[in-house]
């Protein structure tokens, strides 16, 4: 049977490997992480879309303070923004061509090291979403 969006895959970004959870379907994403207390300190979700665009996020029923990182197709981290617990005031990347956005604990970034120009491992994603049941093609990878 497929994996479902609370399975973690060991998926690196840059140096540093994140248990990452892959939010697809529209339902997953629109849920996110909302009423989650429970993320380890390498544990994040990467929201996956099937054609580049801006991204707005919010923190709607969301208490644990998050960073999220923007990243364009070829997997390369082109920003990072902090999210702040139950904020409903939309947080818009700057960028009209991403991919991928990955929540992650708020400092986790800073503290492994994260910058812009970091790259996510794409084939370790395209398998992941694989294992969903989902065709990675369909998501450019």
């Known amino acids: 049977a497929p994996k479902s969006v609370m399975d973690f895959f060991p998926i690196k970004v840059a140096d540093a490997t994140v248990r990452m959870q892959l939010a697809v379907r529209p339902e997953e994403m629109q849920r996110g992480l909302m009423e989650r207390r429970d993320l380890g300190r390498d544990d994040g979700m990467i929201f996956i879309y099937d054609k580049p665009q801006q991204m707005t ?18 997997g390369t981290l082109v920003e990072v923004h902090a999210l702040h617990p139950f904020d409903e005031s939309m947080v818009a990347s700057h960028s009209t061509e991403l991919r991928f956005a990955l929540e992650m604990n708020q400092g986790w970034y800073r503290a492994n090291g994260v910058k812009p120009g970091a790259k996510l491992d794409l084939k370790a ?17």
Not at 57 to 74: E, K
């Open 125 to 141: 994603l395209a398998d992941a979403l694989r294992a969903r049941g989902f065709k990675a093609e369909k998501f450019g990878l």
């Open 57 to 74: 996020f919010w923190m709607r029923n969301t208490p644990t303070p998050l960073d999220i990182g923007f990243f364009v197709s070829d």
